[in-house]
Structure formats: structure tokens, C-alpha cells
């Protein structure tokens, strides 16, 4: 069975414009990448976990804050490899230069047989929709569709 994962869009009005909070990936697999490299805050999950509570517990684990509120549904997409992601958009407002991620650890450099631990989130943002187009992973622009079209009919 492919991979599935959950996800929160958290969003805020600037402006009267909609901006989009987004995380980067931490790890040295992620250093020196920008565009096309940050993402909703989401992570895998199980066919006994609940999609929306999954997203909630790994919005929490990739920043430390715990959301509550009315969930908008966003329809899924597939991203690269066969991964499905479903997500959740919600109003809110939290200061990305605080956010507190827990860790992984791999073996760095390759073949080193030395451990290291690194952020599974290295930093947080906020975008607005058109630069968030850039940053996000190529398949998660359907997200920032998908919310626009929700922010419209509400």
C-alpha cells in the first residue's frame, strides 16, 4: 500500500491577503534547498489513525503548539512516489520564530557509522500565496488552490 500522509495549512489575512504558514525540512538533505522544499507541517500515518488527528499530532511534533478550531477539509493530493497527503486548512496565528520541532537521527555523513540528530523542521514561515506557490513541494500547490477556492465561498 503507498504511503499516506496528514497535514494542517495553518493561514492568516495580512493585509486583507491571505498568507500561508509553511515549514522546511531539517536535515542535510534539506540544507541548501529553498524553493520546492518547504511544506505543510504533516507526517505519516496508519490505516487505524484518523487522518484529521494524525495531522493534528504531527502539526504539534513539527512545532511544538497544539491547534484547535474548525478544520476545513482540503482535497488530497498525490505527490511524488505515490504518497497521498490530506489535509486540513484552519485559521490561525502563531509566531513561526518559536516554533519547537522534535528530532530524528541518522547516520551522517553516509557510511560514517557516526549518529546525528537534526530537527525534523529546521524553520518556519509565513508566505503569502504566490511566493508559498514557490516554496511549496510541486504536488502541495494544490492545497493553496483548493484553500483559495474555500476562502471565496466562505
Do not use: C
Not at 58 to 68: A, D, H, I, R, Y
Not at 71 to 76: G, N, S, W, Y
Not at 91 to 115: C, L, M, Q, Y
Request: a negative charge; proline letters at 6%; zero cysteines.
Amino acid at each position: 500500500m503507498a504511503k499516506q500522509s496528514a497535514g494542517i495549512l495553518l493561514f492568516r489575512f495580512k493585509n486583507k491577503q491571505p498568507e500561508v504558514f509553511l515549514v522546511h525540512p531539517g536535515g542535510p538533505f534539506f540544507r541548501n534547498k529553498d524553493d520546492g522544499a518547504w511544506s505543510i507541517p504533516k507526517g505519516e500515518f496508519t490505516d487505524g489513525e484518523e487522518a484529521l488527528d494524525a495531522a493534528v499530532r504531527e502539526f504539534e511534533e513539527e512545532t511544538g503548539l497544539v491547534l484547535t478550531g474548525e478544520f476545513i477539509p482540503l482535497d488530497p493530493v498525490t505527490q511524488k512516489g505515490g504518497k497521498k497527503v490530506y489535509a486540513w486548512a484552519i485559521a490561525g496565528d502563531i509566531d513561526h520564530e518559536t516554533i519547537v520541532s522534535n528530532t530524528f537521527e541518522i547516520e551522517w555523513p553516509p557510511r560514517s557509522a557516526k549518529k546525528q540528530t537534526f530537527p525534523e523542521v529546521d524553520k518556519a514561515g509565513w508566505f503569502d500565496v504566490e511566493t508559498a506557490k514557490v516554496k511549496i513541494n510541486a504536488a502541495q500547490v494544490e492545497f493553496l488552490k483548493n484553500l483559495l477556492i474555500k476562502l471565496k465561498s466562505s
